[in-house]
């Protein structure tokens, strides 16, 4: 489970919709014999090569993986398996699970984990959940040839990103087969997999994954026999340092409910690395304009601040966006949208967000955060020269 797999299956979808869009130039194919299995088959084999690859690199670095459920004993101790271990500093990082409501027969529905688990694609899905998981998977499926409906609590996909984000996906999923319900409550499951809302029932479904959120693992931890606060969530607050309470024992990643992604969970463990061992005393991450994609269908990129969260924060913003049908669907009778918006703020219109929808949004966005993390304004963007034909040249080219 996780995103690498997550990502097998959206590269299998877009070669669905590419397969699916082949006629519009001038290919005569279809999809046929798609194989599920086998899909899932290379996607286990892949996930195990990495998995076996880490562990070897592991014991040529010397360390020792031990392979159990470690529960703190005190704040220098920690057992596994029946044996204890201690150790000047520890570090927390025992990730997230899929929340699961607690309402009547929320056992006949799976989670995003079970997704992973499933044997066969499903001819009806509905999932349940409008957030970065429900939007990825419903996505997926859809590409791949089930049936897909997304209940939602709020009137929009993708809540907290900006405006522009959750209008366009909208459109696009709607247009591409999907269809939303949005305002949505639930209020319990049959066995038969009818699900019952604050607006009806709805039936035949195969398959209904739960995707409304994930939880700290942080239950079993032992947290108490060391001294370890955490919220009212089970999230484990740190200072800038991922210090938490107790100075010699640190928290990273999911557990600590900042930033949910692995790689901004490996950066804070590079610099608390730094810091302990390598005589780097200040070295910390910096949680300001970190970079993340949606593997929706089209992607979506984004960094920084929202329109709203902007207009929240400063006096002065000023906004450039642009919508358009990318190149690559210009000849397809099913069109996706591409949707480009930088958020400036100052006299020097210095760039604090940029949110992209569209084929390519995925690899494109990396470039431009390094250039916003350093602090580039719209000026800058504009005399850069373009690359053209491209969606990427919008981005320069805004007025």
């Known amino acids: 489970v996780g995103c690498v797999p997550k990502k097998v299956m959206w ?6 919709t590419q397969i699916n869009s082949a006629q519009g130039f001038g290919f005569d194919v279809e ?5 599920w299995k086998k899909l899932k088959q290379g996607r286990d084999n892949y996930i195990k090569g990495i998995t076996n690859w880490y562990d070897g690199y592991l014991e040529d670095l010397g360390i020792d993986y031990l392979h159990g459920f470690g529960k703190l004993v005190d704040k220098n101790t920690v057992s596994v398996n029946g044996e204890t271990y201690t150790a000047d500093h520890i570090v927390l990082s025992p990730g997230g699970e899929p929340a699961v409501p607690h309402i009547e027969g929320a056992q006949y529905g799976i989670t995003s984990d079970g997704f992973f688990e499933l044997e066969d694609l499903p001819k009806k899905v509905a999932v349940i959940g409008g957030g970065y998981i429900g939007v990825e998977l419903a996505g997926v499926l859809n590409a791949l040839g089930s049936e897909v409906e997304i209940f939602g609590r709020a009137n929009t996909l ?16 709607t247009a591409h087969g999907i269809t939303i319900h949005h305002n949505t409550q639930i209020d319990k499951v049959t066995k038969d997999k009818t699900i019952v809302t604050n607006q009806g029932e709805f ?3 195969d398959q209904i ?14 947290l108490e026999s060391a001294g370890v606060e955490c919220d009212q969530r089970g999230f484990i607050p740190t200072d800038k340092f991922q ?12 557990a600590t409910g900042r930033a949910p992604l692995t790689p901004v969970a490996i950066a804070a463990g590079r610099r608390l690395s ?6 780097m005393t200040d070295r910390h991450l910096d949680y300001n304009n970190i970079a993340t994609v949606v593997f929706s269908h089209p992607p979506i990129g984004t960094i920084g601040l929202t329109e709203n969260e902007a207009n929240e924060k400063f006096d002065k913003i000023k906004i450039y966006k642009s919508e358009f049908t990318p190149m690559a669907d210009a000849l397809l009778d099913h069109k996706t949208t591409t949707a480009l918006k930088l958020v400036c703020e100052g006299d020097n219109e210095k760039i604090i967000g940029c949110h992209i929808m569209g084929h390519g949004a995925d690899e494109m966005l990396q ?9 580039a304004t719209k000026k800058q963007f504009d005399d850069t020269v373009a690359i053209h034909p491209s969606s990427a040249e919008e981005l320069v080219t805004l007025r």
Do not use: C, E
């Open 158 to 173: 993708l809540g907290g990103f900006d405006s522009m984000i959750q209008t366009a996906l909208d459109k696009d999923y």
């Open 203 to 205: 039936s035949g479904f």
């Open 367 to 375: 470039g431009f955060a390094v250039a916003i993390k350093m602090g």
């Open 11 to 16: 590269f299998a979808a877009n070669t669905a």
């Open 274 to 279: 730094d810091r302990l061992y390598n005589g």
């Open 209 to 222: 994954i739960w995707a409304v959120g994930r939880n700290p693992m942080t239950q079993h931890l032992g």
């Open 243 to 254: 210090v938490t309470n107790v100075d010699n024992i640190f928290a990273l990643g999911d």
């Open 31 to 35: 999809m046929k014999n798609f194989s």
